[in-house]
């Protein structure tokens, strides 16, 4: 499964490259971006955040840490809304702070391409970044980046689940 994930990545990839090459733009920087992160994705059943987008009574909080392109050691924070079934995520905002303090700043989407089954399974999730700006270098930045999500849920009462991604796009700054 991880082995069709990565080469499906790599042809999205291509793709997304390609595509941004071609659009060209105002900044004619465009750099391939890739990476992967590991963390944590929790379960805030204090925020009502998401009642009125999702009816979902929590808000998925996501912190991770790893190594990307352009950036360095790095961090990820984000937030977003899930349907009551899982199979969708929505109105995701996420910050990607460098090794050197610089930010790059996503919105995203997401939907579910693994099947949902009982715990314990691995839940993977094709999601679409889109790179709104940033701080530091990546000020005025833009780009698509995809990334697979792979969320590891152990029980369904248990808030925090462990989280991995693998990202492949473009960033233009």
């Keep these: 499964m991880k082995r069709k994930s990565v080469q499906f990545l790599l042809t999205l990839t ?8 071609a659009g060209g733009g105002n900044n004619d920087h465009p750099r391939p971006f ?3 992160m590991s963390g944590e994705a929790v379960f805030d059943f204090s925020s009502d955040a998401c009642l009125p987008v999702t009816n979902a009574p929590w808000q998925t909080v996501s912190n991770l840490s790893g190594n990307l392109t352009h ?3 790095s961090e990820y924070f984000s937030t977003h809304c899930s349907t009551l079934d899982g199979t969708s995520l929505v109105n995701g905002v996420a910050t990607l702070v460098a090794a050197n303090g610089d930010e790059i700043w996503l919105t995203y989407t997401a939907e579910l ?4 089954l009982p715990p314990p399974v ?3 999730y094709l999601v679409e970044n889109v790179v ?3 701080t530091g270098r990546f000020e005025d930045a833009s780009g ?3 990334s697979l999500a792979y969320v590891t849920i152990e029980a369904f009462t248990d808030p925090s689940s462990p989280l991995d991604f ?3 796009g473009t960033i233009i700054y």
Excluded at 14 to 21: A, D, P, Y
Excluded at 113 to 116: E, K, N, R, W
């Design 14 to 21: 291509l793709v997304i490259f390609s595509v941004t090459v």
């Design 34 to 36: 890739k990476g992967n």
């Design 71 to 73: 950036m360095g050691r």
């Design 113 to 116: 391409i693994s099947p949902l």
């Design 122 to 124: 691995v839940l993977v």
């Design 132 to 134: 709104v700006g940033g």
């Design 144 to 146: 698509e980046i995809a």
């Design 166 to 168: 693998d990202f492949a």
